[in-house]
């Protein structure tokens, strides 16, 4: 069986808050949204928090790259 690699993007909707990041799994339906501090304590109070794949790629390497794309100084520095 074979791996999926993607990167995502989960959202509060309320507040706005995102996390962007990269997941490798063998079924897409794990219900993963997201290892940072942020995503945990949002799933611990029970937000809901929507998640959606920004883009697949054929290795772990090309997903870790396109994060790596995406999370710029200014995603970092935005509130």
Same mark, same amino acid.
């Given at each position: 069986m074979?791996?999926?690699h ?6 509060d909707?309320?507040s706005?808050?995102y996390y962007?990041g990269?997941h490798s799994?063998?079924?897409?339906? +794990? ?7 942020? &995503?945990?304590?949002?799933?611990? !109070?029970q ?7 920004l883009a697949?790629f054929d290795?772990?390497? +090309?997903a870790?790259?396109h994060?790596?794309?995406? &999370?710029?100084?200014?995603?970092? !520095?935005?509130p």
């Open positions: 074979s791996k999926y993607f990167t995502y993007k989960t959202v909707p309320f706005g808050e962007i990269k799994t063998h079924d897409l339906n +794990d219900g993963y949204q997201g290892s940072g501090h942020w &995503v945990k304590r949002g799933v611990g !109070d937000r809901m928090l929507i998640t959606g794949i697949f290795t772990e390497i +090309d870790l790259t994060e790596a794309i995406m &999370v710029t100084e200014d995603t970092l !520095d935005d």
